[in-house]
């Protein structure tokens, strides 16, 4: 037969080529009744899943709240693991408010992890106290004592920052933590005083500002640095009789989220924690449950350690 009169659906034609098979209205199977099994099995699976009892259904769901009323801080948090100790040993770390509390527990775990420490706060014997605490735990450490004043003025912050860049043989200053504030009494918005207004901001806002300014021209020299912020859960959901402690949280807040977005690419991180209750000597009575100080100063390494942008440090309120 010629091949140009050979009809199209018989075989090969010139101009269209091989004719594709006729198709079948039932489905070809192939392979042994094992691989035919294991093919249909993961719907088997999940038939099974929905036909399950729900209390077995509802168990991940309960682990995560359980996991939720338990937690101390934040998931992102809690996700990161310990605290990196490469990231901090042989490092020279500048804790303000380090004399007493938060300052001086982190001071400790610091000096654990094999840090350079600059202790400051406004009272020079409770600095070497700590200090001489932690050279007797760690003989080896590195421990300087810069007594500050964060209400002092820029001229007096200025003369502290060139002093803390020249310890430990000029290294430097790698993390500034942050932690000093100034504290009072809760008092009612409307019963606050200028002069009380104006003590608080001078130290949890002007001062860390200024020192902050002064400092950051150093690790933006060296292409790296770290600050840690002691901020406030106050600074987010503030409480009656926080007003002004609040505000000052808040302007902390603005001003290094903004910080970090300004220098993020040269080298300087900012960690910012969120405290909420903690329990210290001097905490008041009452019937919220506070995370304890360690832990407190546990969870702010880790944040720091791992590049944390910001951090909650808080049992979960319901």
């Known amino acids: 037969m010629d091949e140009r009169l050979r009809p199209r659906g018989s075989g090969a034609c010139h101009v269209c080529g091989p ?5 079948s209205r039932s489905l070809t199977v192939t ?7 294991r093919e249909v099995t993961p719907k088997r699976d999940a038939n099974r ?14 682990a995560l709240v359980f ?3 338990k937690a101390d801080g934040d998931f992102t948090l809690l996700s990161k693991g310990p605290a990196k100790r490469q990231a901090v040993e042989g490092k020279v770390v500048w804790i303000t408010g380090a004399s007493r509390g938060i300052g001086e527990i982190l001071a400790k775990q610091f000096a654990a992890l094999g840090a350079k420490l600059i202790l400051s706060a406004r009272n020079k014997e409770e600095l070497e106290r700590v200090k001489n605490e932690i050279k007797s735990k760690y003989p080896a450490a590195g421990v300087e004592v810069l007594p500050l004043d964060l209400a002092s003025g820029e001229e007096a912050l200025n003369k ?22 100034f504290e009072r009494p ?24 200024a020192l902050t300014r002064l400092l950051a021209p150093y690790m933006l020299d060296r292409g790296k640095g770290h600050f840690v912020v002691m901020s406030s859960a106050a600074g987010k959901t503030p409480a009656p009789g926080q007003a002004i402690y609040s505000a000052t949280k ?10 970090r977005s300004e220098l993020c690419q040269k080298g300087i991180g900012v960690t910012v924690i ?31 350690t791992h590049g944390v942008k910001e951090a909650w440090i808080s049992y979960q309120v319901f």
């Open 19 to 23: 004719s594709p098979p006729p198709r």
């Open 31 to 37: 392979g042994t009744r094992a691989e035919q099994n």
């Open 49 to 62: 899943t929905r036909l399950l009892p729900r209390s077995l259904r509802l168990r991940p769901l309960a």
């Open 67 to 69: 996991k939720f009323v």
């Open 160 to 181: 502290g920052v060139q002093e803390a860049e020249s310890l430990f043989s000029d290294a430097g200053v790698d993390f500034m933590i942050h932690n000093a504030a």
């Open 186 to 209: 809760k008092k009612l918005a409307l019963e606050e005083t200028e002069d009380g207004t104006e003590a608080m901001f001078r130290v949890n806002v002007l001062g860390t500002i």
């Open 250 to 259: 808040y302007a902390l807040n603005g001003y290094f989220h903004t910080l």
């Open 274 to 304: 969120c405290p909420g209750p903690i329990q210290t000597e001097n905490s008041a009575g009452g019937s919220e449950k506070r995370v304890p100080s360690e832990r407190c100063a546990e969870l702010t390494i880790i944040a720091a």
